[in-house]
């Protein structure tokens, strides 16, 4: 006998919904997983949501985490990155395959899909890498893997660095009309780097990575997107000159697309000067100069998609000398009030634009339907206190790692429950959903 989904009422919230345009106080109903009303609703429902001052948003997709399953599960799980997802707001997820082994074949995407189908949080998507071992040499079966569920394809971590090779990956993913995600650094200028390059790694002694390793392969990419017309997107851009580079693609309508992350709009080089691993990501935090191109990108709508690139680990790999630690930041958890800390709070974008750049627009880049609260729709909400003040605390995180720089910063924006399919799968503590 098939087991019924409560029903769900929302009532009397704001429902911004950018894909259709809604923005109002309303009612919404949710029946067996999916959106049945939307307006004033008078029928009764198993569960009912008072969201009188609060937003009712899709839920929040993020196309850029790492969950380190399998091979690094004392990092984070699928499970336990599953939970941090929905505790953000997120009901859609995209791992990369930079796990170990990696996610280069059809049996690994489905292990992804059946770890995050019983860990029952959020869904979970996957990428598959563009070649075998995330070796940069021979193509992986992307086709197998596009047949299992992959919704793109990338190296993350490793930029392609043979142009050949990455031509080849670009036409092999365009017959399964998937997009190929570069992680842009060429390694010739970056290689061995621990931070940006200029000022502040000289007057630490660190060694550099130039912003020209990521443009010239950008630059590069962008010259094969042209000939070959593939799908493609630019992972975790961090530098004014790859902002001038995106713009010129899109102004020639290549379908080149990108995405930039909450560090990359809130930090700067200068954070390192304490020597704090926290703080250390690929790519490097930039100048303030690049701060203010991606922020400016970010309101121009030249950036498809706010991701957070969620790398945890452990404390005692971030504890090793700077040189020796890992790069990366947990910031699922965080993340909505950081994008609303770096883009609302200042101007540049209202809650409308902004929640767009987390639900629709990154559905768009990866081809999914998702990010809509019409009638009909999947019922995928995240519930918005957008002003409730609270402070960032990673040991209380549901992930296992706590790598997180925001320490103790007091933020405004927190997600008070997430519905997934239909069921609350997330509550903040202090917030209970009536049962009727």
Request: glycine fraction near 8%.
């Amino acid at each position: 006998m098939k087991e019924t989904t409560p029903s769900i009422l929302i009532r009397n919230g704001r429902l911004i919904d950018p894909a259709h345009g809604v923005d109002q106080i309303t009612d919404l109903l949710a029946v067996d997983g999916k959106v049945a009303q939307i307006g004033r609703v008078s029928q009764k429902a198993d569960v009912v949501i008072d969201a009188t001052g609060k937003i009712v948003s899709p839920g929040l997709i993020d196309l850029h985490v790492h969950f380190r399953e399998p091979g690094d599960e004392e990092e984070e799980t699928i499970a336990s990155g599953s939970s941090a997802a929905v505790a953000g707001g997120f009901t859609s997820v995209v791992c990369m395959p930079n796990t170990n082994p990696p996610i280069d074949n059809a049996t690994n995407v489905e292990f992804v899909h059946r770890m995050g189908r019983q860990a029952r949080k959020t869904f979970i998507y996957v990428m598959g890498t563009l070649t075998k071992e995330r070796a940069g040499e021979e193509l992986s079966e992307m086709g197998l893997m596009a047949q299992a569920g992959a919704v793109g394809f990338t190296d993350d971590g490793n930029g392609i660095q043979n142009a050949a090779v990455m031509l080849r990956a670009l036409k092999y993913a365009s017959m399964f009309n998937r997009p190929v995600a570069q992680h842009c650094q060429d390694d010739s200028l970056a290689r061995g780097g621990a931070m940006n390059a200029g000022y502040y790694a000289t007057l630490l002694g660190l060694p550099g990575m130039d912003p020209l390793a990521e443009e010239m392969m950008l630059w590069r990419d962008i010259q094969l997107v042209k000939k070959t017309h593939a799908r493609y997107h630019a992972q975790h851009i961090s530098t004014a000159g790859s902002v001038h580079l995106i713009r010129q693609a899109k102004q020639e309508g290549l379908p080149v697309t990108c995405e930039v992350t909450p560090h990359h709009l809130l930090l700067t080089e200068e954070h390192l000067k304490e020597y704090d691993t926290n703080y250390k990501v690929n790519p490097p935090l930039r100048t303030l100069a690049d701060v203010e191109a991606l922020r400016r990108a970010v309101q121009e709508g030249l950036i498809d998609a706010l991701a957070t690139d969620h790398a945890p680990h452990l404390k005692s790999e971030k504890e090793l000398e700077f040189l020796a630690a890992p790069f990366g930041i947990a910031s699922l958890e965080c993340a909505l009030p950081l994008y609303r800390k770096a883009l609302i709070d200042p101007g540049l974008l209202d809650w409308p634009q902004m929640l767009a750049m987390l639900t629709c627009r990154p559905a768009g880049v990866l081809g999914i339907d998702k990010g809509r609260l019409g009638v009909g729709d999947r019922a995928d909400i995240a519930l918005i206190d957008p002003d409730a003040e609270w402070t960032i605390t990673p040991t209380r995180f549901f992930s296992k790692s706590h790598n997180c720089p925001y320490a103790g910063w007091t933020v405004r924006g927190k997600v008070l429950c997430t519905i997934v399919a239909g069921e609350v799968r997330y509550t903040s503590e202090g917030f209970e959903p009536c049962l009727s």
